[in-house]
């Protein structure tokens, strides 16, 4: 038995890295090394469903994978939802950008030059949401 100490660094980097090779060639990679191997990234065009119970993260998965591919890569893309209103997934997409943790309850003064740039970043980004 082996103490998860002994693989997690390893199993981590490997997660969150993603690698061209599993992408296949017209497809746009989500970010997600495993999820890339399994699907062989995102089809353009195609309509993907990212499902789970609440509060296990499938809001901030999708988001991060929306940064990744509208912000980093310059794809465009669709978010919809029944459950976070378009406000609501552009505070939470402002806060990914400009590196604020969500452990940090407040917003304040000292993270306005970061929200700018992240404000400024989105605004020219190909990213449409729904209304709830």
Do not use: C
């Not at 794809?75 to 505070?91: C, G, W």
């Amino acid at each position: 038995m082996s103490k998860i100490s002994e693989f997690v660094n390893d199993v981590a980097n490997n997660f969150w890295d993603h690698d061209e090779n599993y992408v296949s060639k017209n497809a746009i990679s989500t970010g997600y090394k495993e999820l890339d191997r399994k699907l062989e990234g995102f089809m353009r065009g195609g309509l993907y469903l990212l499902g789970g119970v609440p509060g296990i993260g499938t809001t901030a998965m999708a988001l991060d994978i929306i940064y990744k591919a509208a912000i980093k890569e310059g794809h465009r893309v669709l978010y919809y939802t029944t459950q976070t209103s378009s406000s609501e997934i552009t505070k939470r997409l402002l806060r990914l950008m400009a590196k604020i943790s969500y452990e940090k309850e407040e917003v304040g003064p000292e993270d306005d030059a970061e929200i700018k740039e992240a404000a400024d970043q989105l605004k020219e980004a190909d990213i449409y949401v729904s209304d709830v």
